[in-house]
């Protein structure tokens, strides 16, 4: 038998190659199931993207977009939502506060549950928010053109 055979039937005998082997096999398998698992989340970071857009597709601008980009959405059927976001100054009750503002059309989010929370501290409901009245507010508390909601800041 070769020097080399007799030297490694000797360290399995004695145990090494076993302990090198173990922990070749739990490398492999640690490293197969992390890329499994980020394999999986990226799978359903995908599959569930439309529900953070609130679309399948968000076209992003700091100016009006062009009448031609409407008309070309129109002309191919798509649906289209459209919100202004910015930064104001609202007067409370309090005084004046920093606000964020977003305005959105009534067809927001195109895809997706727009959540609603009467308070900072209570649970948010999920549920999809039903057309508005006359009033400017629906059933659960929607609101229509010309309506505008507020909530408390955190601390």
């Given amino acids: 038998m070769p020097l080399a ?14 302990v090198l082997a173990a922990a070749l096999v739990v490398a492999v398998a640690s490293i197969t199931s992390v890329s499994f698992f980020a394999d999986r989340v990226s799978r359903a970071l995908v599959r569930d993207a439309h529900q953070l857009l609130g679309a399948d597709l968000v076209l ?6 062009k009448p031609a980009i409407g008309e070309e959405i129109a002309r191919r059927g798509l649906q289209r939502a459209e919100g202004v976001n910015f930064i104001s100054m609202a007067r409370g009750a309090n005084g004046n506060q920093l606000a964020g503002v977003k305005a959105v059309t009534e ?24 057309p508005c009245g006359p009033d400017g507010a629906g059933a659960s508390g929607a609101l229509g053109a010309g309506a505008m909601r507020s909530r408390p800041r955190k601390g």
């Fill in 5 to 18: 055979l007799r030297m490694l039937a000797r360290d399995w005998r004695a145990g090494e190659l076993r």
């Fill in 60 to 65: 992003v601008s700091d100016h009006p977009w």
């Fill in 107 to 130: 067809n927001y989010p195109l895809r997706g549950r727009l959540r609603i929370a009467s308070a900072l501290t209570r649970r948010s409901s999920s549920h999809t928010v039903p």
